[in-house]
C-alpha cells in the first residue's frame, strides 16, 4: 500500500498566484485535499502567462491541476461574506498577497479562528510580515539576487539566475510540510495555527552551504560554471565528439578506482598531488588535464558506458529537448479546456490517478456560491460590515 488520498476530507480555500502558492496548493491537491482556488475578477495572472496550451497557458495548468476555480472580488461585501462563509468551512487558508492585506478585511488568522478554532492559515510572503523587507514586492529572480544565489551562480566572469523558478517552488514546498506538520498538531491539540514562510528565508536556508565557507572557510565558493568549487573531480569534461560529461568523485576510493579503471593511469591514484580531496581541489589544473587528455579521445556515450561500468557518478549535459525524451522521465497527460498536455509527474508516486483536470478562470463560481451561500457566518458578516 502507498500514498493514496491521505488529505482526502480536507478544505483549502488558497487565495493565491504565480507559482509559489499554487504550487503548494497543487501538492495539498495531490494529496486528495479540495482546494478551492480564489482568483480575482480576472483570474490568477499566470493564466496569461503563455497561450501553449490551446491559447491558454501550459505555464498555469502546470501548477493548477485538480483545483477548483472561483472569481471573487473582495472589495465586494457579500463577495467577501461568501469567503468568510468557505473559510468558516475550512481546514487549511493559504494565500500568497501581500503581507496584511486580509487582515485589513478582516481576515486576519485570530479573527477567523473565533468561528473556526481548527483553521491552519499559511501565507507566503517575500521577506517576511515585519522588518526591513516587509513592504518590498517579491519575485523568484529578485529573491534569487538578493539572497546571494545569483552570486555563486554562473562563470567565473557573469553571475547568472537559476534556470527555473527554484525560490517559488522551494517556497511552495517549504509552505506544504508546514501546512502538514501544522495539521498533524492540529490533530493532537484540536486548535489551528497562524504560519508564515518567507521566500527570502528559504533561499537563506538553501545557501547555507556558501553561507558557512564565507563564514568559516575562508569565503565564499567561487562562481566556476560547470565545476564545483569545494570538490574535485566534480564537473564538465568534453569529450570527442563535443558532448559535456560530468563526473562526481566523492571520496579517495572512488578517485583511485576512476585513475585505473576509466583513465588507464593507476599512478595517479597515489600521486601526491591528488590523494585527498583538498589535494586536488589545490592542483585541479594538472588533475584537469589528465582528465581532458583521456575525455577528449573518446565519444560521450562510449565514456558514459566505461564510468556506469566502473561505478564512477556521472551523468551527460541535457538540452530541454534530451530531457524530453529521457528515459527516466515520468510524464502526466493534463487537460485544461480543450488542450491536453504533457507534464512531468510530481515526484511522490500514489496509488490509483492523479487529478488531470485544470480547471478553467470561475469553472466552478456557480456552484461554490450555492453550496457557501447559505452560510450564517456570511449572513452575519454582511449584517455587520
Not at 517549504?174 to 484540536?190: D, E, K, M, V
Not at 578506482?257 to 585527498?276: A, K, Q
Amino acid at each position: 500500500m502507498g500514498l493514496n488520498g491521505e488529505l482526502e476530507g480536507l478544505l483549502v480555500v488558497s487565495i493565491e498566484q504565480a507559482v509559489a502558492a499554487p504550487y503548494c496548493g497543487l501538492l495539498l491537491a495531490d494529496a486528495g485535499a479540495r482546494v478551492i482556488k480564489v482568483e480575482r475578477p480576472e483570474g490568477d495572472f499566470a493564466r496569461a502567462y503563455d497561450k501553449g496550451a490551446g491559447g491558454q497557458s501550459a505555464f498555469f495548468a502546470w501548477l493548477n491541476r485538480g483545483k477548483e476555480s472561483i472569481c471573487v472580488d473582495l472589495n465586494d461585501r457579500e463577495d467577501a461574506a461568501l469567503v468568510h462563509a468557505m473559510l468558516h468551512k475550512a481546514d487549511v487558508f493559504l494565500h500568497n498577497l501581500a503581507p496584511g492585506a486580509l487582515e485589513k478585511r478582516g481576515f486576519g488568522g485570530t479573527e477567523l479562528r473565533r468561528d473556526n478554532p481548527g483553521l491552519v492559515t499559511c501565507e507566503i510572503t517575500g521577506y517576511g510580515r515585519d522588518g526591513a523587507g516587509a513592504e518590498k514586492k517579491a519575485y523568484d529572480f529578485l529573491v534569487q539576487a538578493e539572497s546571494g544565489l545569483c552570486s555563486v551562480t554562473g562563470t567565473a566572469d557573469h553571475p547568472a539566475r537559476v534556470g527555473i523558478s527554484i525560490t517559488d517552488i522551494a517556497t511552495g514546498l517549504t509552505a506544504f510540510s508546514a501546512i502538514l506538520r501544522a495539521l498533524i498538531q492540529r490533530g493532537r491539540t484540536g486548535t489551528g495555527v497562524d504560519l508564515s514562510v518567507s521566500m527570502f528565508d528559504v533561499m537563506a536556508d538553501w545557501m547555507n552551504m556558501p553561507l558557512m565557507g564565507h563564514r568559516y572557510l575562508g569565503g565564499a565558493p567561487a562562481r566556476m560554471g560547470l565545476t564545483h568549487a569545494m570538490i574535485a573531480p566534480y564537473g564538465a569534461y568534453a569529450t570527442r565528439d563535443d558532448r559535456q560529461i560530468l563526473i562526481a568523485i566523492q571520496n579517495n576510493r572512488e578517485w583511485r578506482t576512476f585513475c585505473e579503471t576509466v583513465l588507464g593511469r593507476p599512478e595517479l591514484g597515489s600521486d601526491p598531488r591528488f590523494l585527498n580531496n583538498p589535494d586536488r581541489v589545490a592542483n585541479r589544473a594538472p588533475m584537469d588535464e589528465a582528465i581532458n587528455a583521456v575525455f577528449g579521445q573518446k565519444d560521450g556515450a562510449d565514456l558514459m558506458a566505461i564510468l556506469n561500468e566502473a561505478r564512477i557518478a556521472c551523468a551527460r549535459l541535457s538540452s530541454v529537448g534530451e530531457l524530453s525524451d529521457h528515459d527516466c522521465l515520468r510524464n502526466l497527460q493534463i487537460r485544461l479546456g480543450d488542450a491536453e498536455i504533457r507534464v512531468a509527474d510530481l515526484p511522490v508516486q500514489v496509488d490509483g490517478g492523479r487529478a488531470t483536470v485544470v480547471p478553467l478562470l470561475d469553472q466552478h463560481g456557480p456552484s461554490i456560491r450555492r453550496e457557501f451561500a447559505g452560510n450564517l457566518v456570511a449572513d452575519r458578516y454582511v449584517r455587520e460590515t
